[in-house]
């Protein structure tokens, strides 16, 4: 597969020419979402070659169950997976009797596909001749709806070219799917109804084991010369299929078109369960509209998100389309509507890592919600996490953990811990510092205290128990260590003293405490009903203050640096640019117990805890942190080129940071890690509109004020973007003679410009 095959534009993604070999590549490239649901850009003709089938609604999994070599106690029983939804895209096309197969063509001409990220649709072209030598042009435009979002809809346009011709659409639901990622080829899906009424069709079904009902619905109309045809000639009804037959005469040079709109309805969403009923509910909505009316609805909503989000880059076409396919596909992904979902690392554009929840919100996806949306957004995950706190206690509670101690899942649906690997299950717990960070952070930027006394501080309480109970006291090293863990470098499993983990843990510890001073002084009565509830006594705090004072860090006084972890400088030191290519990557080229014993890391890991606390360190220790850690970096985690874009930025090494920036914003679009098919990196997606603001903008929170550094690669002519700072949007423009600021609204606001106070005047002031 050509790894650059999409056409460089500034808003839109776009693929010319018809490859079999793109095709499942491109079903990722081209997803949609809307927030409640998501799809794969599976064609909706039949299609007879290689294609990787993907239809999702947020928050409805399947708890496969777990599988392993052998069972360790504490390992969780499932792998929650977010799984492939009935189809309900599907309108099998023929032509004079034959049925229109892009892999049986004899002649596919002038293919083109479109994401339009400004106006939120996918578009289909091409004129394909059939083994019955007759010829069709097809257009076909799809969207999800972001007003109507149970909603989706499809224009399916065809053309006879050469003579008149029968055209036959038959449009169908389909619960008779499976998953691509399954471990014992489990049964997922029951289906206990299909039906039919006129034009309209239903598919009622719900999940094994978990029980989520569904609907999955459909109704249709064919418009020619100006008349529409809402009456099926034919319907069939199977177990697990419903179909419905539309028949045309078609004159040369004359286009049928045929309108589907589909989606899903959920019983948690409706009261009473009657999900038909609902369902016709909304089809009776988006129908009465049409579809260009909810189109144009479309195209409405989606100027409404850029508004805000759009970052502009002038100069560079490549870096602009990359950063709108990340900002898109995010916006796509979440839009904080419902705290019961979150963003998985695939989205619904894929089922790998199962599409669960996973430390990457809180580390990565919180700051581009905080600044681009309402602060309600970014509280709802955090309301997320609050919610599953009692899983979080259970969760430590089955690997021996007491007293209210919590893990946060690797890996979860519901807060329960759904991660079959040892190494990440029980020892990649820095990620519940990500969670107290993200708290953190959340008032840092919003100026929103209420959560903490509210919700946030009872999260804090028994992450910072966990920490206590989980350090060790050392008589040799007179300190706390906390032994066998896995650092945020996955290619580092079962050591000791991750520096990452340790420090962040110290450092939630003695935020948690700093909190609870703050709730006990401010917040009385919150403070006696937490302390009362969780059993909160001084004695404790004073144990914990104990471990946080006493942790220890490995530390090389030859170097000068933090390492990261005890025994790193015993590893044979040899650099990435002394790798071999032929041995990239070394996750499908090496042994994984070649990896473990090899210097070389998957993603920033003690360079993760210099961007998050770089207030605790200088310039001079990021430089030289850097210098040593960053030529042993393979990045190999899509979450690995942000951070590093935002520290090389930082260092004013611009050419380098521009470099990460690439590989980051350009990450699937490239196919960098050859793996696009499987679906899109969208956590990682936050962490590039991250190297823009933070990286080459310089956003930071200093002293409770937005301060900025700006910088611009040599390659752009400007950027710009806007930030939401606790309801007042600020609009930052960087070229090449300096930085510009507009400030919406009635009042002034002071902020910090390389280090200097400036007083911004609105906008609407004279």
Known sequence: MNKEYIKADNWSIIEEGFKKENVKSSESLFSLGNGAMGQRANFEELYTGPTFQGSYIGGVYYPDKTRVGWWKNGYPEYFAKVINAPNWIGINVLVEGEALDLNTCSKVDGFRRELNMKEGWYRRSFTATLPNKKTVEVTVTRFLSLDLDEVGAIEYNVTPVKEDMTIIFSPYLDSGITNEDTNWDDKFWNTTKVSSEGNLAFIEA???????????????????????????????????????????????????????????????????????????????????????????????????????????????????????????????????????????????????????????????????????????????????????????????????????????????????????????????????????????????????????????????????????????????????????????????????????????????????????????????????????????????????????????????????????????????????????????????????????????????????????FEDQFSLEDLEKHFDFYEPFTVHESSLSPCVHSIQAAKLDRMDQAYQFYLRTSRLDLDDYNKEVEEGLHITSMAGTWMSIVEGFGGMRIRNDKLSFTPRIPKEWESYSFKVNFRNRILKIVVDKKGCHFKLEGDHEMSIRLNGERLVLQPTSKK
Not at 227 to 253: C, R
Not at 395 to 401: D, M, V
């Open 206 to 612: 719900h999940t094994m084991k978990t029980n989520f009902e569904t609907c999955t619905f459909m109704e249709c109309h064919l418009h020619y010369k100006g008349k529409m045809n809402s009456t099926p000639k034919d319907t069939e009804e199977k177990e697990l299929w419903v179909g419905h037959t539309y028949e045309q005469k078609v004159a040369k040079g004359t286009t049928a078109s045929f309108q589907k709109f589909g989606g899903y309805t959920v019983a948690r969403n409706h009261k009473g369960g009657n999900l038909v009923a609902a369902s016709k509910k909304v089809l009776d909505k988006a129908s009465a509209l049409g579809f260009d009316a909810l189109l144009d609805m479309q195209k409405k909503a989606w100027a409404n998100i850029w508004e805000m989000s759009d970052i502009t880059i002038e100069g560079d076409t490549k870096a602009q389309q990359g950063i709108r396919f990340n900002i898109f596909q995010l916006n796509q992904t979440y839009l904080g509507k419902d705290s019961r979902l979150n963003i998985g690392p695939k989205g619904f554009t894929g089922e790998k890592y199962g599409g669960s929840t996973y430390w990457d919100t809180e580390a990565y996806c919180i700051p581009f919600y905080m600044a681009t949306k309402d602060h309600h957004v970014a509280r709802n995950l955090l309301k997320y996490r609050y919610n599953h706190l009692e899983k979080a206690i259970e969760n430590a509670k089955k690997l021996g953990f007491s007293n209210g101690a919590a893990l946060y899942p690797m890996v979860t649906m519901n807060g329960e811990e759904c991660h079959n690997e040892w190494e990440i299950t029980f020892e990649e717990i820095h990620r519940n510092g990500a969670i107290a960070f993200a708290i953190y952070n959340y008032y840092r930027f919003t100026g929103d205290y209420t959560y903490i006394p509210e919700m946030g501080l009872e999260v804090l309480i028994g992450i910072a128990r966990f920490w206590h109970q989980r350090a060790t006291f050392s008589k040799q090293k007179n300190k706390y260590v906390i032994l066998g863990v896995t650092g945020p470098n996955e290619y580092e499993n079962n050591v000791n003293n991750n520096w990452y983990t340790n420090y962040i843990a110290r450092w939630c510890i003695q935020y948690t405490i700093d909190q609870l001073q703050k709730v006990k002084t401010g917040y009385k009565e919150d403070y006696d009903r937490i302390t009362g509830y969780t059993k909160l006594k001084p004695a404790e705090t004073e144990e914990w203050k104990k471990v946080a004072d006493a942790m220890y860090f490995p530390f090389s006084e030859e170097l000068g640096i933090y390492l990261q972890q005890d025994g790193f400088l015993d590893k044979e030191l040899v650099t990435v640019a002394d790798l071999a290519k032929s041995n990239r990557p070394i996750n499908q080229k090496w042994s994984w117990d070649r990896i473990l014993r090899s210097p070389y890391i998957k993603q920033a890991d003690v360079l993760q805890g210099f961007y998050l």
